[in-house]
């Protein structure tokens, strides 16, 4: 999913809560659920041409094309999706189940007792699809999408409707607006008899995203200060003054991009500042663009979700349901990318230059 529409946060907030929330039910461990679709959201996030991360480094950077830039990251995040499969694997086949609190059964069975399911559910889904492969803002596309859930909800969910008549008296339209309203603003409540399951099940709408909210916009501000008053640049100089091979180089760049990310808390600080200030660098000593932004991405765009105070780690940790300590280090291949590249830094593997590909000295 992260391939087709390009967003991890999308995939994360849609399809990952699904996982997450399932995982109970079969006895696995939410943050391990958790860590498994962050791996898979920004591996698909790193390699479509439709992401905006994908696109803003190469940019900034300059001299790379967008699939030029993918080209070069198949070499670093190809093994790195490999190395976190093969760790998945292994922990879903010696890992013992934990014992499921609840039979499936049985909650498929409150679930039908409760709500009308059938393949209308999917509507508000395929409309974000739809948007996604059309290019829409991101922001746009998940509104419009959780909107069109919240009108869906009052045709196919009639029962639940009920719970909001306040006057006996009042109007339908009055009813479907207050329904429309708490299920965008707090969500609609299970009640199915099973404490277990209605926690479960029970979602707290844009209300329960506010601390999340307030900590993103927070970064974000905290960021803009530091950036501004050139402070972030002050401290990236000194570093790259002291990177005196490629091996060096590579690796500033990718502590520069986690250190922003830990400092600044925003994954567009992470990855702008570096692409602006290491590309003369590069340039200078005739390294090819595209290995300055495969290593930006390699670091700064995924290592963002394993900073809790990141407006990435605080956005996760909200919509799943995980906190990130717990999630962190199942996240293999958010772990894996910048040591794979730190690796390919100095051994000179697929270091290229710009009067040759064929590779360098480290």
Not at 85 to 97: C, E, Q, R
Not at 191 to 205: K, P, Q, V
Not at 307 to 331: H, I
């Amino acid at each position: 999913m992260g391939l087709s529409i390009g967003s991890s946060w999308t995939t994360a907030a849609t399809l990952g809560v699904a996982f997450v929330a399932l995982a109970p039910l079969v006895g696995a461990d939410p943050a391990i659920a958790a860590g498994a679709v962050i791996s898979g959201a920004y591996f698909g996030d790193k390699m479509t041409p439709i992401s905006e991360t994908t696109v803003l480094v190469p940019s900034m950077v300059g001299g790379v094309t967008t699939n030029e830039h993918i080209g070069a990251m198949v070499w670093t995040s190809g093994p790195a999706v490999l190395l976190a499969l093969a760790g998945f694997t292994i922990i879903g086949l010696t890992t013992p189940a934990s014992g499921s609190a609840f039979d499936p059964a049985d909650v498929q069975a409150l679930l039908a007792g409760s709500y009308t399911i059938s393949l209308l559910n999917f509507l508000p889904l395929v409309l974000l699809v739809f948007l996604s492969i059309r290019r829409a803002p991101p922001f746009l596309s998940i509104f419009a999408s959780a909107l069109f859930a919240a009108v869906l909800a009052v045709f196919t969910q009639p029962h639940l409707v009920e719970a909001f008549v306040g006057d006996p008296g009042q109007s339908p339209v009055t009813t479907a607006i207050e329904a429309i309203y708490a299920a965008l603003a707090t969500g609609f409540v299970l009640n199915s008899g099973n404490e277990t399951i209605d926690a479960l099940f029970s979602r707290g709408g844009m209300a329960s995203m506010l601390y999340t909210i307030w900590l993103v916009l927070g970064a974000l501000s905290f960021a803009a200060v530091m950036e501004h008053a050139g402070f972030l640049e002050r401290l990236i100089r000194p570093v790259l003054a002291s990177a005196k091979s490629t091996g060096r180089l590579i690796a500033s760049v990718i502590a520069t991009c986690l250190g922003l990310n830990i400092i600044a808390g925003d994954q567009y600080v992470a990855i702008v500042m570096p692409s602006r200030i290491y590309r003369a660098e590069f340039a200078k000593r005739g390294l090819a663009p595209r290995m300055l932004s495969r290593a930006v991405e390699d670091s700064g765009t995924v290592t963002s979700p394993l900073v809790p105070w990141n407006s990435c780690g605080a956005y996760m940790s909200g919509v799943l349901g995980v906190a990130t300590g717990a999630y962190l280090p199942y996240c293999f291949f958010n772990l894996l990318s910048p040591v794979i590249s730190l690796i390919y830094g100095f051994t000179g593997f697929r270091i290229e230059h710009l009067a040759s590909t064929e590779g360098s000295e480290p």
